[in-house]
Protein backbone atom coordinates (compact mmCIF):
# COMPACT_ATOMS: atom_id res chain seq x y z
CA UNK A 1 0.00 0.00 0.00
CA UNK A 2 1.25 3.34 -0.74
CA UNK A 3 1.85 6.33 1.51
CA UNK A 4 -0.91 8.10 -0.39
CA UNK A 5 -3.29 6.00 -0.19
CA UNK A 6 -2.99 5.33 3.70
CA UNK A 7 -3.75 8.75 3.81
CA UNK A 8 -6.77 8.35 1.96
CA UNK A 9 -8.05 6.09 4.44
CA UNK A 10 -11.79 6.86 5.64
CA UNK A 11 -12.02 8.03 9.34
CA UNK A 12 -15.30 6.26 9.76
CA UNK A 13 -17.06 3.01 8.10
CA UNK A 14 -19.69 4.54 6.10
CA UNK A 15 -22.23 1.37 5.77
CA UNK A 16 -23.00 2.27 1.86
CA UNK A 17 -19.32 2.46 0.62
CA UNK A 18 -18.31 -1.04 1.98
CA UNK A 19 -18.50 -3.52 -0.84
CA UNK A 20 -19.58 -7.02 0.80
CA UNK A 21 -18.06 -10.00 -1.00
CA UNK A 22 -20.87 -12.51 -2.06
CA UNK A 23 -19.71 -14.78 1.42
CA UNK A 24 -20.60 -11.46 3.44
CA UNK A 25 -23.71 -11.06 1.32
CA UNK A 26 -25.19 -14.94 2.35
CA UNK A 27 -23.49 -14.53 5.61
CA UNK A 28 -25.75 -10.71 6.60
CA UNK A 29 -28.86 -12.45 5.02
CA UNK A 30 -28.60 -15.50 7.34
CA UNK A 31 -29.35 -13.04 10.31
CA UNK A 32 -32.10 -10.66 8.42
CA UNK A 33 -34.10 -13.98 7.71
CA UNK A 34 -33.33 -15.07 11.61
CA UNK A 35 -35.01 -12.12 12.59
CA UNK A 36 -37.98 -12.23 9.98
CA UNK A 37 -38.61 -15.79 11.54
CA UNK A 38 -38.57 -15.03 14.46
CA UNK A 39 -41.26 -12.17 13.99
CA UNK A 40 -42.72 -14.93 11.83
CA UNK A 41 -43.66 -17.48 15.13
CA UNK A 42 -47.04 -14.90 16.81
CA UNK A 43 -48.54 -15.69 13.33
CA UNK A 44 -47.57 -19.27 12.60
CA UNK A 45 -49.05 -19.95 16.14
CA UNK A 46 -52.25 -17.46 15.54
CA UNK A 47 -52.73 -19.72 12.47
CA UNK A 48 -52.14 -23.22 13.96
CA UNK A 49 -54.46 -22.45 17.47
CA UNK A 50 -57.33 -20.88 14.95
CA UNK A 51 -56.98 -24.37 12.78
CA UNK A 52 -57.40 -27.12 16.09
CA UNK A 53 -60.12 -24.69 17.35
CA UNK A 54 -63.00 -26.15 15.63
CA UNK A 55 -64.30 -26.58 12.13
CA UNK A 56 -65.03 -22.78 11.46
CA UNK A 57 -61.17 -22.29 12.55
CA UNK A 58 -60.14 -25.27 10.79
CA UNK A 59 -61.34 -23.43 7.38
CA UNK A 60 -60.56 -20.10 8.67
CA UNK A 61 -56.92 -20.66 8.69
CA UNK A 62 -57.06 -22.71 5.39
CA UNK A 63 -59.23 -19.61 3.53
CA UNK A 64 -56.40 -16.97 5.25
CA UNK A 65 -53.64 -19.00 3.84
CA UNK A 66 -55.19 -18.32 0.51
CA UNK A 67 -55.72 -14.35 0.88
CA UNK A 68 -52.88 -12.56 -1.31
CA UNK A 69 -51.74 -10.06 1.50
CA UNK A 70 -51.28 -13.49 4.03
CA UNK A 71 -49.39 -15.33 0.83
CA UNK A 72 -46.81 -12.50 0.61
CA UNK A 73 -45.92 -12.69 4.29
CA UNK A 74 -45.73 -16.40 4.01
CA UNK A 75 -43.98 -16.26 1.18
CA UNK A 76 -41.41 -13.80 2.62
CA UNK A 77 -41.32 -16.62 5.75
CA UNK A 78 -41.20 -19.54 3.15
CA UNK A 79 -37.64 -17.86 1.55
CA UNK A 80 -36.58 -16.57 4.80
CA UNK A 81 -36.45 -20.65 5.44
CA UNK A 82 -35.20 -21.83 2.34
CA UNK A 83 -32.31 -18.82 3.01
CA UNK A 84 -31.24 -19.71 6.99
CA UNK A 85 -31.30 -23.69 6.15
CA UNK A 86 -28.92 -23.54 3.13
CA UNK A 87 -26.63 -21.14 5.25
CA UNK A 88 -27.28 -23.01 8.46
CA UNK A 89 -26.11 -25.79 6.74
CA UNK A 90 -23.21 -23.73 5.06
CA UNK A 91 -22.47 -23.06 8.78
CA UNK A 92 -22.28 -26.89 9.43
CA UNK A 93 -20.09 -27.26 6.68
CA UNK A 94 -17.22 -24.90 7.94
CA UNK A 95 -17.67 -26.64 11.28
CA UNK A 96 -16.42 -30.12 9.77
CA UNK A 97 -13.76 -27.92 8.07
CA UNK A 98 -15.66 -28.11 4.59
CA UNK A 99 -15.85 -25.04 2.49
CA UNK A 100 -13.57 -23.04 4.29
CA UNK A 101 -10.91 -22.00 1.13
CA UNK A 102 -11.64 -18.72 -0.57
CA UNK A 103 -13.16 -20.54 -3.65
CA UNK A 104 -14.79 -23.31 -1.84
CA UNK A 105 -16.57 -21.10 -0.06
CA UNK A 106 -17.69 -18.27 -2.67
CA UNK A 107 -18.92 -21.86 -5.02
CA UNK A 108 -20.78 -22.21 -1.98
CA UNK A 109 -22.49 -18.90 -1.69
CA UNK A 110 -23.11 -18.58 -5.25
CA UNK A 111 -25.06 -22.14 -4.86
CA UNK A 112 -27.00 -20.43 -1.65
CA UNK A 113 -27.78 -17.50 -3.93
CA UNK A 114 -29.15 -19.88 -6.94
CA UNK A 115 -31.57 -22.00 -4.40
CA UNK A 116 -32.73 -18.22 -2.96
CA UNK A 117 -33.46 -17.30 -6.98
CA UNK A 118 -35.30 -20.61 -7.36
CA UNK A 119 -37.33 -20.28 -4.26
CA UNK A 120 -38.13 -17.30 -5.24
CA UNK A 121 -39.95 -18.21 -8.32
CA UNK A 122 -41.56 -21.37 -6.60
CA UNK A 123 -43.10 -18.47 -4.26
CA UNK A 124 -44.13 -16.26 -6.97
CA UNK A 125 -45.71 -18.86 -8.71
CA UNK A 126 -47.52 -19.75 -5.02
CA UNK A 127 -48.35 -16.44 -4.92
CA UNK A 128 -49.75 -15.49 -8.45
CA UNK B 1 -11.83 -25.51 28.02
CA UNK B 2 -14.96 -26.75 30.08
CA UNK B 3 -18.40 -27.57 28.86
CA UNK B 4 -20.37 -24.68 30.83
CA UNK B 5 -17.66 -22.33 29.52
CA UNK B 6 -20.10 -20.08 27.59
CA UNK B 7 -19.22 -20.23 23.81
CA UNK B 8 -18.85 -24.10 23.99
CA UNK B 9 -22.32 -24.77 25.76
CA UNK B 10 -24.63 -22.34 23.05
CA UNK B 11 -21.93 -23.59 20.28
CA UNK B 12 -23.56 -27.03 21.09
CA UNK B 13 -27.19 -25.82 22.15
CA UNK B 14 -27.07 -23.70 18.20
CA UNK B 15 -25.75 -26.88 16.08
CA UNK B 16 -27.85 -29.37 17.94
CA UNK B 17 -31.08 -27.09 17.92
CA UNK B 18 -30.82 -26.11 14.27
CA UNK B 19 -30.13 -30.24 12.81
CA UNK B 20 -33.14 -31.14 14.60
CA UNK B 21 -35.37 -28.27 13.28
CA UNK B 22 -34.00 -28.57 9.89
CA UNK B 23 -35.31 -32.61 10.03
CA UNK B 24 -38.23 -32.05 11.84
CA UNK B 25 -39.34 -29.49 8.93
CA UNK B 26 -38.41 -32.07 6.63
CA UNK B 27 -40.06 -34.80 7.49
CA UNK B 28 -43.29 -32.69 8.74
CA UNK B 29 -43.35 -30.91 5.06
CA UNK B 30 -42.38 -34.38 3.42
CA UNK B 31 -45.61 -36.26 5.12
CA UNK B 32 -47.66 -33.58 4.52
CA UNK B 33 -47.44 -33.49 1.03
CA UNK B 34 -47.17 -37.00 0.51
CA UNK B 35 -50.38 -37.32 2.69
CA UNK B 36 -52.61 -33.94 2.37
CA UNK B 37 -54.39 -33.03 5.33
CA UNK B 38 -57.90 -31.49 4.03
CA UNK B 39 -60.60 -31.93 7.12
CA UNK B 40 -60.37 -30.45 10.72
CA UNK B 41 -61.13 -34.02 12.01
CA UNK B 42 -58.12 -35.71 10.38
CA UNK B 43 -56.07 -32.73 11.15
CA UNK B 44 -56.77 -32.89 15.22
CA UNK B 45 -56.55 -36.72 14.51
CA UNK B 46 -52.72 -36.62 13.42
CA UNK B 47 -51.54 -33.58 15.45
CA UNK B 48 -53.18 -35.76 18.87
CA UNK B 49 -50.46 -38.78 17.48
CA UNK B 50 -48.35 -38.52 20.14
CA UNK B 51 -45.43 -38.64 18.10
CA UNK B 52 -46.37 -36.01 16.23
CA UNK B 53 -47.23 -33.97 18.84
CA UNK B 54 -43.93 -35.19 21.13
CA UNK B 55 -41.80 -34.56 18.01
CA UNK B 56 -43.28 -30.93 17.66
CA UNK B 57 -43.27 -30.00 21.57
CA UNK B 58 -39.44 -30.75 21.01
CA UNK B 59 -39.66 -28.49 17.63
CA UNK B 60 -40.70 -25.87 19.46
CA UNK B 61 -38.33 -26.03 22.52
CA UNK B 62 -35.24 -26.44 20.02
CA UNK B 63 -36.81 -23.39 18.50
CA UNK B 64 -36.80 -21.05 21.45
CA UNK B 65 -33.39 -22.84 22.27
CA UNK B 66 -32.32 -21.66 19.27
CA UNK B 67 -34.02 -18.08 18.27
CA UNK B 68 -32.00 -17.30 21.93
CA UNK B 69 -28.98 -18.30 21.12
CA UNK B 70 -29.18 -16.64 17.76
CA UNK B 71 -31.39 -13.47 18.92
CA UNK B 72 -28.91 -12.86 21.96
CA UNK B 73 -26.09 -12.74 19.21
CA UNK B 74 -27.12 -10.59 17.10
CA UNK B 75 -28.28 -8.03 20.02
CA UNK B 76 -24.92 -8.57 21.44
CA UNK B 77 -23.43 -7.23 18.14
CA UNK B 78 -25.17 -4.35 17.49
CA UNK B 79 -26.64 -2.70 20.15
CA UNK B 80 -23.57 -0.81 21.88
CA UNK B 81 -25.96 0.78 24.79
CA UNK B 82 -25.76 -1.26 27.93
CA UNK B 83 -29.51 -0.11 28.55
CA UNK B 84 -30.86 -0.62 25.09
CA UNK B 85 -28.82 -4.18 25.48
CA UNK B 86 -30.13 -4.97 28.48
CA UNK B 87 -33.57 -4.34 27.81
CA UNK B 88 -33.95 -5.91 24.50
CA UNK B 89 -32.64 -9.16 25.84
CA UNK B 90 -35.27 -8.97 28.57
CA UNK B 91 -38.15 -8.25 25.72
CA UNK B 92 -36.48 -11.41 23.59
CA UNK B 93 -36.05 -13.53 26.99
CA UNK B 94 -40.35 -12.84 27.61
CA UNK B 95 -41.19 -12.98 23.41
CA UNK B 96 -39.46 -17.05 24.21
CA UNK B 97 -41.83 -17.68 27.16
CA UNK B 98 -44.45 -16.98 26.12
CA UNK B 99 -44.22 -18.31 22.56
CA UNK B 100 -43.23 -21.41 24.11
CA UNK B 101 -46.41 -21.74 26.74
CA UNK B 102 -48.24 -20.99 23.54
CA UNK B 103 -47.51 -23.20 21.45
CA UNK B 104 -47.27 -26.04 24.58
CA UNK B 105 -51.02 -24.89 25.24
CA UNK B 106 -52.45 -25.46 21.51
CA UNK B 107 -50.61 -28.74 21.05
CA UNK B 108 -51.42 -30.10 24.51
CA UNK B 109 -55.37 -29.15 23.93
CA UNK B 110 -55.53 -31.42 20.87
CA UNK B 111 -56.81 -34.37 22.14
CA UNK B 112 -58.89 -37.07 20.39
Known amino acids: ?90 FLLFDLDLGVTRESARKISWLVLGIDVLALLLVIRWII | MSFSAGGVRTWVVQRVSAVYIALYMLVISGFLLLYPIDNFSAWRTWLANPLVSVATIVFWVSVMAHLWVGGRDVMMDYLKNDALRFSSLCVLGFFILFMFAWALKILLSVTV
Open chain 1, 1 to 90: MSKNALKERPKYLNLMRIKLPVTGVVSFFHRVSGILLILSIPLVLFLLDKSIQDEAGFNGAIKALQATSVKLIFGAVLLAVVHHLSTGIR
